[in-house]
């Protein structure tokens, strides 16, 4: 099928690739930086283009012991809420898209109406909370919140399950699976997809996962990556010029695997973002 060269596509490809350029500025930017030399850094005589190719930097950055601690906490981080949050989604999407109880669907509305409260306005309850529990400076007030679902992903996976004939529950009702069998057997399997879209958006979530950790934690080895970052690009040594290029090649370690995961799981995305969009207009 030829596609018919109009002057309105032609102007849309124009905008399209104008708008794709200064987008991706700031990306080349900082890819330039993480490759300056220290003589480079010093004058801070940066380019948009890189024009230096110090790699050596992306060794340097672990001279500073506390980076291997920020990795290791924001990979244990990411995998522990991806397992808990896809168990806890989908076993509560499911509830909500196959069982029946009274006032269900009232629960539901209260479940999506708490998306519309800002963290911020509960983030002093919860520290008040987490700090009575003796949970402050641990990982567990960024963990264990995980086991109770998150109001969006749950929507989502409720609005892919309801895409799937109620007849294959009842078949499967009729050869003994019950309720959870029903769920491991045949719908965990057969929203894959819809899985795979809330695992990409967990993981990229929790890897750049700044703002809470930075209220739970005070200490430097417990950190995650995105806050060691931070911590990167604020300290120095009295006297001497801040190492940018040392703290920009730590955040490519941050942004790299993120912008790799979000093109490889983009197309589940895309899928989940239509069915779940398809479904709430009916």
């Known amino acids: 099928m030829k596609v018919k060269i109009t002057p309105g ?6 905008v399209l690739s104008v708008l794709s350029i200064i987008f991706i500025i700031p990306f080349i930017y900082m890819i330039s930086i993480s490759l300056a030399s220290p003589r480079t850094n010093y004058m801070s005589a940066f380019t948009i283009i890189p024009r230096e190719f110090h790699i050596q930097n992306y060794l ?3 001279k500073n012991s506390a980076l291997i601690y920020w990795v290791k906490n924001s990979i244990i981080l990411t995998i522990v809420n991806l397992i808990f949050t ?3 989604c989908s076993l509560v999407a499911y509830a909500f898209a196959r069982l029946r109880a009274r006032g269900k669907n009232i629960i539901f509305m209260v479940l999506l109406s708490t998306m519309m409260i800002p ?6 309850p919860q520290f008040v909370i987490f700090r009575k529990l003796g949970w402050i400076n641990t990982m567990l007030p960024l963990i264990i919140p995980n086991l109770f679902g998150s109001p969006f992903y749950i929507f989502l996976l409720r609005q892919f399950i309801m895409r799937l004939p ?3 529950d009842e078949a499967a009702k009729i050869d003994g699976l019950g309720y959870f069998g029903i769920y491991r057997k045949i719908i965990l ?5 819809g899985l795979a879209s809330v695992a990409v958006l967990t993981v990229i979530a929790n890897w750049g996962w700044f703002f809470e950790p930075k209220i739970y934690l005070n200490k430097t080895e417990k950190y995650p990556l995105a806050v060691g970052v931070q911590i990167l690009s604020t300290t120095g040594n009295v006297g ?4 940018w290029n040392i703290a920009f090649a730590a955040a490519m370690l941050l942004v790299i695997p993120m912008i790799i995961l979000y093109f490889a799981g983009q197309k589940y995305m895309f899928e989940i973002s239509i069915n779940a969009g398809s479904d709430a207009i009916k």
């Open 240 to 243: 001497e010029a801040q190492m």
């Open 119 to 124: 963290t911020q306005v509960t983030l002093i």
């Open 189 to 193: 399997p057969l929203i894959k997809p």
């Open 86 to 88: 896809l168990a806890s």
């Open 9 to 14: 596509l032609i102007i849309k490809f124009i």
């Open 166 to 168: 109620n007849s294959l």
């Open 60 to 62: 340097d950055m672990f």
